[in-house]
């Protein structure tokens, strides 16, 4: 509240996950409070969690929900886009035995023993790549590493054929892009279409000829009823797109804060045994999603001395939570060695506790380690403040050009 007792609307624009560093606008509001009202845009208000503690507490309460079905004054949108949005049938807007039912159908995938089995094509990947362009002395990690390794490992998990693949990076950006115009709507529709065009024939060819991968499982659950037409197809592309483009984001950002704080970079390649729980922190530090997740109240909701009306969206901050200074000390200190107590969400917590995170993990893991192990000279190639991020809700670099030794 301000002196005159008004509450205080924070501006969090949309372009905040393209910014060099966000981080000291999350802070500015939690100083007012854990939970502050901001403004996404001119014609939207929503609340924000920043705490950590909170942000735990809102991920796992059962009054907020997935589904911005029942926010107030967004009833026909919602139901136009359960119409004409394919994605409105997956589990990332599902709650309940709905939500539980679907995840089930694929949690077999992403398993830890799983991840062991697929270690050593994940390696197989990130070497093939690294040998690319090895002789060189010279790449763009995102377009040469971070966005072609996820993906050549999603094709052979999920079951996508090399052939005929569309430009997934592209078309992710246009449905992770606020839709708050009439081109971006327009772009997000296209993108959906496109996905629906490609996955649509593929799951076709899936039921009559499958094979040992994920969709040839998701379509003989689909026969056997547990899944319908449009969830398997909605699943389809979720795990395709989830899948892809926070995990390139997860490398890029995770090289680009080693190579910002080379005293950091030095630790963890003089000691590879930090990798895991340096894997952890650059989560922590510098994740892909900056503004946060979404949550709407199907009741009044009681938090952190604020009560919230039922039928609101609230935006647990992720990003700002895990630099809350009330659970970590230094949070905006890269530590590979950090050894505190509280996990971080990045994956988020709770019932909605990214699927992929075992794969995530894995990639992350293994690319930043081949990376560091490969080039001890790797350097930034180019001004820091000259990085663009890439466009949309998620943080991502949109290209990260590095230097080292030629190597044959």
Known sequence: MSEQGQTIVHDVPVNVAQQPDPYPLFERIREHGVVQRVRLNPTLEVWMITGYDEAVSALTD??????????NGLAEEMAHQERTNVLMASMLVADGDDHTRLRNLVSKAFTARRMDELTPRIQEHTDAFLD??????????????????????????????????????????????????AERLAKGARARAELVDFFTPLIAKRKVEPRHDLLSALCAAQAEERISDRELLSMAILLTLAGHETTAS???????????????????????ALLPGAIEELMRYEGPVSRGVARFTVEDFEIADVTIPAGEMIIVGLAAANRDPARYDRPDILDVARREVPQQLAFGHGAHF???????????????????????????????????????????????????????
């Open 250 to 272: 997860l490398i890029a950002n995770g090289v680009h804060a080693l190579l910002r704080n080379p005293d950091q970079c030095a630790a963890l390649r003089d000691d590879p």
């Open 132 to 181: 690319a362009f090895a002789p060189r002395g010279s790449a763009d990690l995102v377009s040469e590493f971070a966005l072609p390794l996820p993906m050549a490992v999603l094709s052979e998990l999920i079951g996508i054929p090399a052939e005929g693949q569309p430009d997934f990076a592209k078309l992710a950006v246009g449905l992770i892009m606020p839709p708050n115009t």
């Open 354 to 408: 990214c699927l992929g995170a075992p794969l995530a993990r894995a990639e992350a893991r293994i690319a930043i380690g081949s990376l560091l192990r490969r080039f001890p000279d790797l350097a930034l190639a180019a001004p820091d403040e000259s990085l663009a991020r890439r466009e949309g809700i998620l943080r991502g670099m949109a290209t990260l050009p590095v230097t080292f030794t030629p190597q044959k």
């Open 62 to 71: 059962p009054r907020l929900s997935n589904s911005p079905v029942k926010v």
